[in-house]
Every structure is written in C-alpha cells, then in structure tokens.
C-alpha cells in the first residue's frame, strides 16, 4: 500500500433490474500518513456522478477524472490533506452480462419463466467495476452495506441484516458493519430468492437459492455444518462472522468464490437432487463446499499481501479442502482422488517450459487471471501435503494455528507461514520450501541400487525435452520402500546416496507417494516393479505412481510405446479405484491420440481389453457392498467402451436409454451421462431430441448431461450444430465451454473445432466479456488441442493478431502440449511402421 489506508467503505446500491443498470453512492473513511493533494482509487465502466472530499470538518475542492485505460479514478485536491478524511463520491454503472464485477444472470424459473437475478464476482481485480476503491488485497478496511431494491426481491450481503425499511415503492436493506476485510471478498446480491436456515452454535447458516429451488439445499447444508465444525475444530479459531451464506447463482463463471459470509457457487456446485443427481455431483459439492469454507481462514481471515502470494489461498484451500472430506467422509478415500486429480493435473502443467513457479510476480490485473490455474491450486497443494508428510502431522496443525492466530485481521507473505511451520516443528521448512515455491517445474530422480547403496540424481522433469531448461536443484524429502520396511532422506544434492541395512531383492523409491518428484529406474529393475504390480506388493498409491510415470516417459520420449503397453498388462485384474482409473484414463487418452493412425487398431485392442477386465467385474448396475468410488469407474468404464466400438455396450447403452426416456427413474444417476452419451454416438437419439431434453430439464445437473451428449454424435455437421447451440442464448454463458470441450474430446470433432473457434471468436468473446473471465482458458485449451506443427503454428498466429489479455500463459501452454502430441506421434509411427 501506498500512503493512502482505507479505513471504511459506506456504500449504497439501487440496482435497476429492468434497465440493468444501478445507481451508487461511497463515504471512504481513509487515512493519509503524510500530506497529499492526489487520491487515486480503482474504478472502471463507472460513471462518476460527483465527488468531493471532506476533511476536518470542510468539503475541500477538487477535480476528478477518470482513466479507463488505467482502470483509476484520479482526484485533485485543491489544498493537501493528511490524516483521517473523507471521500464522497457517486456513480453510475451497468449490470452487465460478462460475469465479472456486478452482474445480471439470467435464469428460468420452476415455472418456466424468464428471470433476473443481481449478483457480483469481484476477485481478483473487479470490485472496481461496482465502486471506486482501492482493489488490491492489503487495502483491508470495513465496509457498511445498504442495497435499495424493487419490493418483492431480497438482498443479501456479507453481514446479516440489520434494518429493512420501505423507501418509497422499493425496500432499503442495511447490513451490519463487515470485519476488516479485502475488496474483492465483498458480495452484493439482488433477486427472488429462497432460504434453507439452520446454525452451528452462534453461526446462523443459509442456503440461498432462487425461488423454487430450496428442495434442492438439503445435502449442501448438511456438509456446510460438518465442514464448519471441522475447521473450527482443526483451526482453533471459530468461525468469525455471525452468519454464512451458501448461495447458488444461476450463471457463475468459476466453481464457487469464497466472499466472507457470502459464498457463491454453480447451481451445480451447491445444489443435490436425490433423484436425478450422481455419486460425483455429490462428492464435488462435498470437495468444493469445503474448498470455500477452508478461505474463510485462509484468504479471508488472513490474505496475501499481494497477488504472488495467491498459492497462499488457492492451495491452501485444496489441501484442506482434501483433509476435511477424507474426515467427514472416510469411504470415498479422498486422498485417492487428490493423486488422481490434483497431483496428477499438477505433473501434467509443471513438465511444460512454459510453466510458472508458484510465488511469481504480478504487475497488472490482466496477469492476476492466469495464475489460477494448476499451479497455484494443484502443485501448491500437492508440496504442502509432502510437507505435512515431512514435518508431521501435529506440527503442521500448530504451525498453521500459530500462523492464523499472530495474522489474524491482517495480510501475511509466504515466509509468515513457513517462520510459523518451522518453530512449529524445528526443521528447514523455509530452505527447503523456497526449493519448491520459487523455482518452476519438478525434479525426475534417477535411481539405481547396488549392493545396499542407492544412487539419486536429479534434474527436471520435462515432456518436451530441452537442456536449455532441465536445470535446477531441489531439496527432496525422499523415501524408500524395502521388504523390510522404509527409508527416508532430506536430499540436498544433485547426486546423492542412501543407504539401507543390507541387500533387497526389491525397492521401490517414493512412498504413498508424497513426494512431488518422478522417478525413472535402470530398465533391468523394471521386470521387478511389474512383478511387483502384479502380486499386489505395493501400496495402491505406489502402483499408481509407477504407472503414472512410465506413462510419462513414453509420451516424452523416454520409453517406447510398446515399452509403455507391456508394463500396463500387469494392471489387468486392477480392483482399487485409483489406481485402475490412472490405468483407463492413460490407455484411453493413447487411443485418442492415435485413433487416425494406422496403428491404431493395435492400442484399441489393448485399452478395450483393459476397460472390458474392469467391465467384467463392475457390470452396469451397483452391487450390494462395493466400493463408493466404484460409482464413478463404472461411469468411465461404459462411455469408454462405447466410443471404443464395443457393440454389447452400444446396445445396452441403447436400451437403457430408450427406458430412460419412458421412465427416467429407471436410469441410475451414476450412469446417466455415458448411456445418454453413446446415445448420441450411436445415432439412437437425434440433436433436436437432446435439445428438446435439455430445455425441459428440472436441474442444472440433468441439463448438463444433455448439452454435453450434444456433442457426442460422429457426424460433422451435427458437431458445428451442437457449437452453435452453444452460442445461442440457449445456454448460459458459464456453459459454452461444455460443447467446446466435448467436442475438442471427440475424436471425430477435430477437424471441425479449430476452425469453427476462429471463425466466431468474436462472438465468444462478447459472451464472456474481456479481460478476467476464467472461461476462456478453458476455451483456448480445449479448442486448440491438436497434434500437428501445422495447428501450432495456426493457433500462435490467430493468437498474434487476436491478442487476448490474460491468455497469453495458456496460449504458449497450448502451443507446447500440441507440439509435445506431434512429437510423440512422430515417434510411434517410425516405431510401429519403420519405414
């Protein structure tokens, strides 16, 4: 912060719901440390009405201007000013339609109606588009909120409700005074809505929903109350506001966002129909209602000091997010899915040169958006779990308390958290923690065993290889796994060795894979990790990290295609989730990739082989006592076969379909998507009929599953259908990308995607509206897939002359993952058809 300090915002918003425009006014209470006849406060889209400055007791002249390129509202004072002062400003502003700031969201209600509801998204740099302020997050000050709104719609805001009174035709709604909080946490909602109320102790709990919904809110507000409970619990801190709002918006860019006593999310984030939802849905509410309530603490109560510090709320958020639910709900083996997710979405960005580390710097708002993304979320998370792993579980838990509690109400930088980690538990968290933070990418080890030394050496790991950029050191909580137990050490060095008690017949490095790293073993040792795999020796966590890797090598080079299929037929006969899904989802992600090649038929025969031995056991309907997380392999299982030709899919997808739209009872949730999806790609169903469905659709969730089948068919044209559909205002905005990732994993879709992209990206982007919006990363990484230097050099150049502020990190990503698929089918082709 500069010599300027908010200290309170008192704001007043009167939207107008049909113009779709609002009115506002500010009173900013700020202190100057030193006298100055210049504010400059964050304002866009903004028209300033009038302002003025007040300080002891004087209105002191001025002239104001507002610079929208820059994004500021500059003001002259015609005498200096210091101390505490005053600024009085109102403005005008549009609710517009691109999800950012404050916004209008369009929705049908249960009664088919068309409706409006006002909502914002302020992070991480839009709060200025609602009011003037200072918008960066150590700018802490409190905020007293009033909202002017028609009679008949509610409002809600951080705080809970102080006075309501009529104001002419319309209500006035004021809210009680926030705590010390960062701009981009305050909320402002407008609309018809429905509330589910219950507490947790002194914590009045609601969730919020549009009028008709509320059914719908059961299964959310019992997870809000054990999550609560358990984070109270774990932190030591209680909840701090007096009430917590869970509220469900009909059209929200992200997952959910965390504003303090305020939280947002998808409708289908939040919501759970019984009858029509699946055992994911209710698993990811679960995971992301979690998430948000873990940035109570972390983000909320204690904030980054500046943008580079994201990682300090994102990861957090999902490490936490991981532990609260593996406690809550012990059998869906939680920590399973946090390998299958987020360790391995955090090996997949980091091996790319064109990576970042996670405390990067942030110079503008445009720079914010990009670095929400894997890294900041999945890699952060991922190192704090092999921190955990390395300091132990108990003085992680002090640590992070020692932490909360000296910064509460305030802004704290990475090395607060490690200072509170390291007196927490007397080891070289800060040292070893920089290895990690501040240099990008991750190390691959090296490991080799002679007699009862073990030899590591370690550089980093890259899909695309390149010297120029395998350089870096890391220190590495390494362990062992023996027959005879396991071994552990912090290594410091590009070579190092450890050594064990006496000679193994077998050894396998990494256990329960905490440690974010790879390893490659000398070929003559991998005969023994197969049989290993296959006698079931292993950890499941451990099966899953050898394959993980060996998939690794083979698509960058480091092991041949049928190197890569040999291992994998030590996994047929595969029970645990995990570890089989790593397996479906590597073979069938092969196929895609080379399903126009020659030697193709070769990796279907493999991968329907695999996904038939998981079929086998599995079958279509849930067993009495099988796994949770069985639920959600089976899904997979059934799509994949299908699209991999298998006909006794097809036709049982066929049936259960044609059942399904007789009495959709019938169906269970869990396999509604596959059925409905083979559906389409067996040409059961026609795009009108699926259109037809999805307008009909009670939930969000059932909607979804439709407009995705859209673009499953094989047909071209019916794609290109399915894309435009997408673009009508038939489906909200938070929704395009749906049709644009389905088809970008079609491998019939291919041809079609890119140049459709290109030819409406206009028209995309007016939809998601510039600059902040997390959908279009989504967009570029879906639609620009490809497998040819030809489509690299297409999408760079439409990307140099279509400059998009805040893609420009996920375009040279792009790039590099098409280049990386080019080079390894260049390899399979020579070694499968050797000219």
Sequence with gaps: MGPLHPRNYSLIFEPDMKAFTFRGSA???????????????????????????????????????????????????????????????????????????????FYNDVSGRKKVMATTQFEAADARRAFPCWDEPEAKATFDVSMIVDAGLDAVSNMPVVEKKRVGKKNLFKFSRTPVMSTY?????????????????KTKIRIVTTRGKKKQAATAMLMTKQFLQYYNDYFGIQYPLPKLDMIAVPDFASGAMENWGAITFRETALLFDPKSSSTATRQRIAEIIAHELAHQWFGNLVTMRWWNDLWLNESFATFMATKAVDKVYPEWDYWDQFLEGSVNEAFSLDALKTSHPIEVEIKKPSEIREIFDDISYDKGGTILRMLEDFIGADAFQSGLRSYLKKHSYANAATNDLWESLASASSKPVTKMMDTWVRQVGYPILDVSLERNKVTLTQRRFLMEHDPRHEA????????????????????????????????????????????FYRVRYPESDMAMLKSLVEKKLLLNSDRWGLYGDVFAFCVSGGMTMRQYLEFSSAYFGETDYLVAMEVAGSLYSVWHTCSEERFSEEVRQVAKRYFHSLFDRLGWEAKKGEKAN???????????????????????????????????????????????????????????????????????????RFLAAMSDFRDEKTLLESLEYGLSDQVRSQDLYVPIAKVAGNVHGRKVLWPWVKKNWKAISKKFGGVGNPLFNRIIESSAMGSDMERAADVAAFFRKNPTPGTEMCVSQTLERIRIRAKFLERARREFAPE
């Excluded at 946490?185 to 102790?201: A, K, N, R």
């Excluded at 290594?491 to 396998?508: A, G, H, L, M, N």
């Excluded at 949730?669 to 659709?697: F, H």
Aim: with cysteine.
């Design 472 to 515: 870096g050191l890391w220190m590495i909580p390494f362990s062992l796994m023996t027959k005879e137990g396991v071994v552990s050490k912090l290594i410091t060095k590009k070579t190092d060795e450890v050594y064990i008690d006496s000679e193994e017949e077998w050894f396998k490095a990494n256990t329960g894979q905490k440690g």
């Design 630 to 704: 069985d639920a959600l392999l089976r899904g997979f299982v059934i799509g994949a076969l299908g699209k991999l030709g298998d006909d006794e899919i097809l036709a049982g997808a066929r049936d259960r379909f044609a059942k399904f739209l007789k009495k959709p009872d019938s169906l269970s949730p869990d396999i509604r998507s596959p059925v409905i999806s083979l559906a389409a790609w067996s040409g059961t169903v026609t795009q009108e009929k699926l259109r037809d469905l999805y307008r009909k659709a009670k939930t969000q969730e059932e909607k979804i």
């Design 185 to 201: 946490l305050l909320y402002l909602g407008v609309g018809e809505l429905d509330f589910l109320e219950s507490s947790l102790g």
């Design 27 to 105: 009173n900013i209470s700020f202190h100057a440390k030193k006298p100055t006849d210049e504010i400059v406060l964050n304002a866009a889209e903004l028209k300033i009405l009038d302002c003025h400055v007040a300080w002891k007791k004087q209105t002191i002249g001025c002239k104001f201007a507002l610079d929208e390129k820059k994004e500021e509202l500059r003001i002259r004072l015609k005498q200096k000013v210091s101390g505490d002062a005053e600024i009085h400003v109102k403005f005008e502003g549009v609710l517009n339609d691109r999800l950012v700031g404050f916004y209008r969201a």
